[in-house]
T-cell receptor
Framework: DQQVKQNSPSLSVQEGRISILNCDYT??????FLWYKKYPAEGPTFLIS?????DKNEDGRFTVFLNKSAKHLSLHIVPSQPGDSAVYFC??????????FGTGTSLTVIP | GAVVSQHPSWVICKSGTSVKIECRSL??????MFWYRQFPKQSLMLMAT?????????EQGVEKDKFLINHASLTLSTLTVTSAHPEDSSFYIC?????????????FGSGTRLTVV
């Protein structure tokens, strides 16, 4: 049973524009959320996080938005750069310990 | 900093043999190690959680006698796939967390692609 879903397997965006990656979850007990980025042949690397007490967290070009009532979070990348091309995973946890991952969205930023 | 070295990166083994995958934290003490598995076109699925010096906690549906996890030190955790079968072919990846990092401090190994023939 997939508790965290990323319904868009791929996304293409022009360099300089905004990339919006979406993630939905089903478990209302999830309180901690993460976004990871993964390049081919490498392990995932932590990108940004948010807890349910906030609805927005910003780190440079990356902003994560959380809509707890809709069980939805999104990652905004502005402006998008070719080096951002990677697979992005969202993950959620009820405790901040074990995380449940989405299937990933492959982002391609076109120069 | 906060590097986890995982090896081997890929391994091919014969059905019925055992394979050991190692994850080492190079510059921090990993108090908790998570082991994930990813089948093609599926998400990373947590297999088990181990804390240094104690037995691993396995997720439902994961055979603890088949997937042996050892976290004997703060810098090394191993996953041994015993009596591997073709259906165990998958991508295995570890994730480590240090006690000082709180809830968001995770770092991943680079993963191991296991193919059982």
């Amino acid at each position: 049973d997939q508790q965290v879903k990323q319904n868009s397997p791929s996304l293409s965006v022009q360099e300089g524009r905004i990339s919006i990656l979406n993630c939905d979850y089903t478990n209302s007990m999830f309180d901690y959320f993460l976004w990871y980025k993964k390049y081919p042949a490498e392990g995932p690397t932590f990108l940004i996080s948010i807890s349910s007490i906030k609805d927005k967290n910003e780190d440079g070009r990356f902003t994560v938005f959380l809509n707890k009532s809709a069980k939805h979070l999104s990652l905004h990348i502005v402006p998008s750069q070719p080096g951002d091309s990677a697979v992005y995973f969202c993950a959620a946890s009820p405790t901040g310990n074990q995380f449940y991952f989405g299937t990933g969205t492959s982002l391609t930023v076109i120069p | 900093g906060a590097v986890v070295s995982q090896h081997p990166s890929w391994v091919i083994c014969k059905s019925g043999t055992s394979v050991k995958i190692e994850c080492r934290s190079l510059d921090f003490q990993a108090t908790t190690m998570f082991w994930y598995r990813q089948f093609p076109k599926q998400s990373l699925m947590l297999m088990a959680t181990s804390n240094e010096g104690s037995k691993a906690t396995y997720e439902q549906g994961v055979e603890k006698d088949k997937f042996l996890i050892n976290h004997a030190s703060l810098t090394l955790s191993t996953l041994t796939v015993t009596s591997a079968h073709p259906e165990d072919s998958s991508f295995y990846i570890c994730s480590a967390r240090a006690a000082l990092w709180g809830n968001y401090g995770y770092t991943f190994g680079s993963g191991t692609r296991l193919t059982v023939v």
